[in-house]
C-alpha cells in the first residue's frame, strides 16, 4: 500500500507517522459523553460541555493559520500540542461543568491549531504535482490511527476513564517530541503590498477561494452527518448500538485498503472531477440512509459513502494549498480549518434539528440535492482553479 506514496519527502513521512501515533490516542472525544454522565453531569450540563468542544473547532483552525504564518510552523504545531496534552489533564480534574467546558474548549482550541501548521509545511515541502497523495497519505494516517484507537478506547475505557486521557496526552506528548527533533523550519516568505496585514484579509480578498470554500463546506456538511445522523438513524430502526459500532468498523476498513489504491488510479485523472465524483458519491450514500432499514440496508449506504470518502481523499486541501500565495499558506489551510469545524458544527446542530423536528426524510433529502448542486458548483470552477494553479506553477 505504501508504493502508493513513494518518493513523497521525509517531512511528508514524519508528519504522517506523527499523526498515526497521535490518533492512536484519540479516545477523551468520542467516549467524553461516557465520561461525563460517570461523573454525575447531566443531560443538560453535558450540551454546555459539548457546546464548547464544538466551539474550539471553530477557533483553533483560525489560530492556528495566523500563527503558522507569522511565528512559524513547528512553534505552532508545539503550542498545539503541547496546549492539547495540558487541557486534557485540566478535563479530567475539572471540579465542575464549567471548567470542564473551558477544558473542552482549550482541548479542541489547541487541537485544531495543529492541522494549518502541518498542511502548510507539507505545502512548503511537496510541489503541487504531489501534494494530493501527500494530503491523502495525511488523512490515510488519521484514519488508521482513529480506527485503532475506537477499539483500544472501549478497552481502555472499561478499566478507567483515567487511561484514556493518560493514552490521549501522552500521544501527544510524543508527537510535539517528533516535531521538536525531527522537523525543519521552512524559511519565511515575506508579504509585500495589499497582501501585508496578520490576519486573513488575503484570503478574504481572493474571489475564488469565497466562492470555493463554501462549496467544500457544504460537501464537507454532508459527509458529517455520517457521524451524527447515521447512529439517529440506526437507533431509530430499533437496531442495538453495536450495529453502529459495525458500521464504523466497514467505513474504517474500507478506507484504509482502498485508499492508496484509489489515490494511485486517480490521481491522472482532473482532481476537481474527481473531487465532484467522491463528494456525489458521498451524498447519494448518505441518502441512501433514509431507505435503509436493517443491517444490509446500512452496510450498502456506508459502503457507497466510504467509496466516495476514498476518491476525495486530499483533494480539496491540495485545491487550497494551490490557491494559497506562498506567505499566506498557513492562512489559506486555517480558512479551510475552519469551514471543516463550521460543516461539522451544522452537522451536529442545524442537522439534528431537521432530523427531531422535521423528520429525518427531510435531512436526507437536505444531504442529497445539497451534496450534488455543491460538487456541481466546484465542477463549475474548475477551469478556473486550473489557471491558478498553472499560474502558482509558473511564477
Not at 75 to 101: I, K
Not at 110 to 127: H, N, R
Not at 275 to 290: E, K, N
Request: with cysteine; glycine share 14%; net charge positive.
Amino acid at each position: 500500500m505504501l508504493s502508493t506514496f513513494r518518493g513523497l519527502p521525509r517531512t511528508v513521512w514524519t508528519v504522517f507517522a506523527g499523526t498515526v501515533v497521535n490518533r492512536l490516542g484519540f479516545m477523551v472525544t468520542p467516549f467524553l459523553v461516557f465520561f461525563l454522565a460517570a461523573r454525575g453531569i447531566t443531560g443538560a450540563e453535558t450540551a454546555y460541555v459539548l457546546g464548547a468542544l464544538g466551539a474550539g473547532n471553530l477557533i483553533g483552525p483560525a489560530l492556528g493559520g495566523v500563527l503558522a504564518d507569522r511565528v512559524g510552523r513547528r512553534p505552532t504545531m508545539l503550542v498545539g500540542l503541547l496546549g492539547s496534552a495540558a487541557a486534557q489533564g485540566a478535563l479530567f480534574a475539572a471540579p465542575g461543568v464549567w471548567t470542564m467546558a473551558a477544558a473542552a474548549l482549550l482541548i479542541s482550541a489547541t487541537g485544531m491549531m495543529v492541522s494549518p501548521a502541518a498542511y502548510a509545511l507539507m505545502a512548503d515541502t511537496v510541489g503541487a504535482e504531489h501534494r494530493q497523495r501527500a494530503y491523502a497519505l495525511l488523512g490515510w494516517g488519521i484514519n488508521i490511527g482513529t480506527a485503532v484507537a475506537g477499539v483500544l478506547g472501549g478497552f481502555l475505557a472499561a478499566r478507567g476513564y483515567w487511561l484514556l486521557f493518560a493514552v490521549d496526552a501522552g500521544t501527544m506528548v510524543a508527537y510535539a517530541v517528533v516535531v521538536a527533533t525531527r522537523l525543519g523550519e521552512p524559511p519565511r516568505v515575506k508579504e509585500t503590498g495589499a497582501d501585508g496585514g496578520i490576519g486573513y484579509g488575503v484570503v478574504l480578498r481572493d474571489r475564488l477561494a469565497l466562492v470555493l470554500l463554501p462549496l467544500f463546506g457544504v460537501q464537507l456538511f454532508v459527509y458529517s452527518l455520517t457521524e451524527v445522523a447515521l447512529p439517529l438513524a440506526i437507533h431509530d430502526s430499533g437496531l442495538s448500538p453495536a450495529v453502529y459500532g459495525a458500521m464504523a468498523a466497514v467505513n474504517a476498513l474500507l478506507v484504509v485498503l482502498l485508499q492508496p489504491l484509489a489515490t494511485a488510479r486517480l490521481a491522472g485523472l482532473p482532481r476537481l472531477r474527481v473531487q465532484c465524483a467522491g463528494s456525489v458519491l458521498i451524498a447519494v450514500g448518505v441518502a441512501l440512509t433514509g431507505v435503509a432499514d436493517g443491517v444490509v440496508g446500512y452496510t450498502v449506504s456506508v459502503v457507497v459513502w466510504s467509496l466516495g470518502e476514498v476518491c476525495v481523499a486530499g483533494i480539496a486541501a491540495a485545491v487550497v494549498a494551490d490557491l494559497a500565495p506562498a506567505h499566506a499558506r498557513g492562512r489559506y489551510q486555517g480558512a479551510f480549518g475552519w469551514t471543516w469545524g463550521v460543516a461539522r458544527f451544522c452537522a451536529l446542530t442545524l442537522g439534528v434539528a431537521l432530523y427531531t423536528t422535521l423528520g429525518p426524510a427531510p435531512l436526507w433529502w437536505t444531504a442529497l440535492v445539497g451534496g450534488v448542486l455543491a460538487a456541481g458548483g466546484t465542477l463549475a470552477l474548475a477551469s478556473r482553479v486550473a489557471r491558478r494553479a498553472e499560474h502558482a506553477l509558473a511564477a
